[in-house]
């Protein structure tokens, strides 16, 4: 044990259903299961719902009057950890899943004064729910943008549910979370707080 083990940390989950509120939602069920389990670990924070917001397209980190954009990414600069919620549409992310990966590509060309993205140190996770198959494909697409913006990812850094093939079954409708996906999410939420905590307490070198 460490002092580091019990540092307060603060998440955000971006939910990138195509839905506004309040339609029901599987991304923001298993975002918000995911918020739960990350609590069991010291992690406090918030869901936002990105369709409730009007992001503008572009990649600045504020695309000018009545850009959404910059209050959700301060949302994220004060967090250590970001959660990325998505359906799989068309076997990709959804569309606002890549919007939200667009507007982060700004953060390439912010540093702080030692030379480093201001996202080094934080950690990002990922949700994805759909009824075809397509969850790895889709978690690694959203590994490699997160990763190139200067998120750092857990071991396990993903939790997800796929239904049957050309069925209707959605991820919201199940009677019960299955234990796979359950168990899959505790982990997630183990390994992402952890690496949060080190990489708080030894902060990457200056770039």
């Known amino acids: 044990m460490t002092s580091t083990d019990h540092t307060p940390l603060r998440a955000v989950a971006l939910v990138c259903t195509l839905s506004s509120s309040p339609a029901p939602s599987s991304s923001l069920l298993l975002a918000e299961q995911t918020m739960a389990a990350l609590s069991e670990h010291g992690v406090t924070g918030k869901t936002i719902r990105v369709?409730?917001?009007?992001?503008?397209?572009?990649?600045?980190?504020?695309?000018?009057?009545?850009?959404?954009?910059?209050?959700?990414?301060?949302?994220?600069?004060?967090?250590?950890?970001?959660?990325?919620?998505?359906?799989?549409?068309?076997?990709?992310?959804?569309?606002?899943?890549?919007?939200?990966?667009?507007?982060?590509?700004?953060?390439?060309?912010?540093?702080d004064d030692e030379g480093r993205m201001l996202?080094?140190?934080?950690?990002?996770?990922?949700?994805?729910?759909?009824?075809?198959?397509?969850?790895?494909?889709?978690?690694?697409?959203?590994?490699?943008g997160l990763n190139d913006v200067g998120f750092s990812l857990a071991p396990n850094a993903v939790t997800y549910w796929v239904g049957e093939a050309m069925r209707s079954t959605d991820y919201q409708d199940l009677d019960k979370t299955p234990e796979q996906t359950a168990a899959t999410t505790r982990t997630l939420a183990a390994n992402t707080?952890?690496?949060?905590?080190?990489?708080?307490?030894?902060?990457?070198p200056p770039s």
């Open 51 to 111: 369709a409730d917001h009007d992001v503008k397209p572009g990649v600045k980190t504020d695309m000018g009057e009545g850009d959404a954009w910059p209050e959700i990414r301060a949302t994220i600069l004060g967090c250590d950890i970001l959660v990325l919620s998505t359906p799989i549409w068309l076997g990709h992310p959804s569309s606002v899943a890549q919007r939200v990966l667009e507007r982060l590509d700004a953060e390439l060309g912010e540093s």
């Open 119 to 144: 996202t080094y140190g934080k950690v990002a996770a990922v949700c994805v729910v759909g009824n075809e198959d397509g969850a790895h494909k889709v978690s690694a697409d959203l590994f490699q």
């Open 193 to 204: 707080a952890h690496l949060a905590r080190r990489l708080k307490a030894a902060p990457y």
